[in-house]
């Protein structure tokens, strides 16, 4: 059977995408750590390897694959494969066996609609695939070595691990956010198994917490900590919220992540939920280093615009802020979290050559926005 592949507004790209980022030579996956997380040889396809001095690079994220229909000319591009989206897509049964389905609540009127029935958890370790399970307890018993290093070795050796869209998609060989006294990282609900992401999300986080443990070295302010809520379920979908309903809109493919203000004050631990205390000096410093981690490219930030005006008030002045402005968006129910989108390899800012279009689709967001959500403010969360 064979599938169209639509990459809206990037069609017309693809060919170059394909040769510009993914033409990069694939190291070779030879240790027994690689051996156990490495996809099927079916998909593995070489992808741009990190690099500090990054080359902007388009994204390929919110890719939609479709059955064919009358009228609808199969393409070029015919990935992923049925099968595939059988194994990796926890709503494929639900949505009538088709790799993209719509997940409830993603319009205005449906909005109140619950995650499929199979899903309503109240956490989602049970879907992890037994190589989930097995880097978990590796990685948190140190045996994997440097994250980071692993990372760079495996990421790029996989194919994509985001399919469909942000709020309706699912995420591929997930992996897993591991707190440690290097990264200075907490995850806020890890009994919910919702850390997971794609390895540019996870290589990001790792890279800002290791960050943040260089910016803040002083035992005074070892309790400065990166507080990290949901990212996805480990093959990412529909996230249920209070009472059975959605918990977020995206969070669907690993390329979402919530995460609290900074607090860094001498002697202070950070509080283990998100918060409405937002400093000015240490956010804008995490924003700035947001944007420049070199794992992946940073599409957006959500923010609740008091917040935003806030920042602007202070640092509006600063050469960065005007470069980065335009990528911190207000989304209402962000007035005590950071909601951080990714592409899917390094890049600049908006992650497009043309970021313009990338936004366009961020106002439609705002009919998407499910109130059912956080435990700690119950206020709107995307
Ligand atoms: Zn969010």
Request: contains cysteine; glycine residues 8%; positive net charge.
């Amino acid at each position: 059977m064979t599938f169209a592949f639509r990459l809206p507004g990037l069609v017309a790209a693809v060919p170059v995408l394909l040769i510009s980022c993914f033409a990069s030579a694939a190291p070779d996956a030879s240790s027994p750590e690689d051996a156990a997380v490495l996809p099927a040889p079916h998909v593995i396809r070489a992808k741009q390897p990190p690099h500090p001095e990054f080359p902007p690079c388009a994204p390929v994220t919110e890719a939609s694959v479709d059955l064919p229909r009358p009228g609808n000319p199969v393409q070029a591009f015919a990935l992923p494969q049925l099968d595939f989206c059988a194994e990796w897509n926890p709503e494929f049964t639900a949505n009538g066996h088709h790799c993209c389905g719509k997940l409830g609540g993603t319009t205005r009127r449906n909005r109140r609609l619950q995650c499929a029935v199979h899903r309503r958890f109240s956490n989602y370790c049970a879907e992890m695939t037994p190589e989930q399970a097995r880097y978990t307890d590796a990685a948190k018993a140190g045996k994997l070595g440097d994250i980071l290093e692993l990372i760079q070795r495996q990421a790029w050796l996989r194919g994509d691990q985001s399919f469909c869209s942000v709020n309706n998609g699912f995420l591929a060989w997930g992996r897993r956010l591991i707190p440690s006294t290097l990264n200075r990282i907490i995850v806020r609900r890890e009994d919910r198994c919702t850390d997971f992401g794609t390895d540019p999300m996870i290589g990001m986080l790792e890279w800002l917490g290791r960050q943040l443990a260089k910016e803040f070295p002083a035992p005074a302010f070892a309790g400065t900590k990166l507080v990290v809520g949901d990212i996805s379920a480990p093959r990412g979908g529909c996230l249920s919220g209070r009472g059975g309903r959605r918990g977020h809109l995206s969070h669907t493919t690993g390329q979402d992540v919530d995460t609290a203000f900074l607090i860094a004050k001498e002697g202070k631990e950070s509080p283990l939920g998100f918060h409405r205390q937002f400093d000015i000096q240490p956010n804008w410093w995490f924003l700035k280093k947001l944007f420049r981690n070199p794992y992946a490219c940073v599409k957006v930030v959500f923010l609740d615009k008091r917040i935003i005006r806030k920042l602007a008030k202070a640092v509006g002045r600063d050469p960065e802020w005007l470069r980065l402005a335009r990528f911190i968006r207000h989304m209402p129910g962000h007035k005590h979290h950071f909601h951080i989108r990714v592409g899917d390899a390094p890049g600049e800012p908006g992650c497009a050559q043309n970021p313009e279009l990338e936004l366009e689709d961020y106002n439609d967001e705002q009919d998407l926005i499910d109130s059912a959500t956080t435990e700690a403010s119950g206020t709107e969360q995307l």
